[in-house]
């Protein structure tokens, strides 16, 4: 039921910069948040930066001072601008959402990943 579209991929030099999307079906404040993770061939996906319903975001330290999370209330879109990205940014990165089941746990929902390549 929760759909979640990443665009803004791409094939970027070292040191450049690049602006992630991911639209949500419907609103966001649905999802108890919405975060960024990443994934390389042969490694657990990680988490990159996450923005909860209240507007609170958080990012690996890696990550602290080149990317942010940000929102787009009127659009349901949540964004990743990745600045001075390196060569160990390279990866798919995926779009997650987590919402509470009737339960009251959380379930979460992936969109289909986009490639960020780094060159050198």
């Known amino acids: 039921q929760v759909q979640l579209v990443e665009s803004g991929g791409g094939l970027v030099q070292a040191g450049g910069s690049l602006r992630l999307s991911c639209a949500t079906a419907?609103?966001?404040?649905?999802?108890?948040?919405v975060g960024w993770y990443r994934q390389v061939l042969g490694k657990e996906r990680e988490l990159v930066a996450l923005?909860?319903?209240?507007?609170?975001?958080d990012y690996a330290d890696s990550m602290k001072g080149r990317f942010t999370i940000s929102r787009d209330i009127a659009k349901n879109t949540v964004y990743l601008q990745m600045n001075g990205l390196k060569v160990e940014d390279t990866a798919v990165y995926y779009c997650?959402?987590?919402?509470?089941?009737?339960?009251?746990?959380?379930?979460?929902?992936w969109g289909q990943g986009t490639q960020v390549t780094v060159s050198s």
């Open positions: 997650n959402g987590a919402i509470r089941n009737v339960r009251g746990d959380l379930s979460d929902y």
């Open positions: 419907g609103s966001i404040f649905e999802l108890e948040h």
């Open positions: 923005i909860s319903r209240g507007g609170q975001s």
